[in-house]
T-cell receptor
Framework: SQTIHQWPATLVQPVGSPLSLECTVE??????LYWYRQAAGRGLQLLFYSVGIGQISSEVPQNLSASRPQDRQFILSSKKLLLSDSGFYLC?????????FGQGTRLTVV | DQQVKQNSPSLSVQEGRISILNCDYT??????FLWYKKYPAEGPTFLIS?????DKNEDGRFTVFLNKSAKHLSLHIVPSQPGDSAVYFC??????????????FGKGTKLSVIP
């Protein structure tokens, strides 16, 4: 069966520091991968999606970037965090019908 | 422009009664609709879905109804249980091949089931 791992679960970072969140999927090949963010009191906002290694599409212009160095690895990064980057970040993969989410990372920028 | 709307931010229901969560959409290209359940500090988990060619899908205590002409869907939970207390997200996706599959989410409705 397929599983998705996302870490860390919580992260507190100072403004201006870099960020790296990692997500890996097991049990499937060439999945579509996604990064979402849930800001306080808001819904799930799609940030990036990837249909293959090195292929990244950005939905929202921002301070973040994504990379897919391997088939089942998806990384969310920032060179300098802003206070507005705080939120709950979710990685997901799809089987073209349903999206399956990781446990999420609670990022607090202080 | 919000393409998927959940107009009720919260809902309280007595245990054993029916919970009805509503969702409206504006994009006629949406072809597939899903409901997710989310507990605090966890990722959303898939609950139930419905294709635009159907008007009803049932799975145990959960039933989703789709009214395409009204661009409206609803999730019914019967009977409601305290463990159903969570945030419920409605999501929709358009038709398309590989690479175009994307979900658009509503802002969620927080359901509280009172024992």
């Amino acid at each position: 069966s397929q599983t998705i791992h996302q870490w860390p679960a919580t992260l507190v970072q100072p403004v201006g520091s870099p960020l790296s969140l990692e997500c890996t999927v097991e049990g499937t090949s060439n999945p579509n991968l996604y990064w979402y963010r849930q800001a306080a009191g808001r819904g799930l906002q799609l940030l990036f999606y990837s249909v293959g290694i090195g292929q990244i599409s950005s939905e929202v212009p921002q301070n973040l970037s994504a990379s897919r160095p391997q088939d089942r690895q998806f990384i969310l990064s920032s060179k300098k965090l802003l206070l507005s980057d705080s939120g709950f970040y979710l990685c997901a993969w799809t089987d073209q019908v349903v999206a399956f989410f990781g446990q999420g990372t609670r990022l607090t920028v202080v | 422009d919000q393409q998927v709307k959940q107009n009720s931010p919260s809902l309280s229901v007595q245990e054993g009664r029916i919970s009805i969560l509503n969702c409206d959409y504006t994009n006629s290209m949406f072809d597939y609709f899903l409901w997710y359940k989310k507990y605090p500090a966890e990722g959303p988990t898939f609950l139930i879905s419905i294709s635009s060619i159907k008007d009803k899908n049932e799975d145990g205590r959960f039933t989703v109804f789709l009214n395409k002409s009204a661009k409206h869907l609803s999730l019914h939970i019967v009977p409601s249980q305290p463990g159903d207390s969570a945030v419920y997200f409605c999501a929709a996706s358009p038709k398309g091949g590989a690479g175009s599959y994307q979900l658009t989410f509503g802002k969620g409705t927080k359901l509280s089931v009172i024992p």
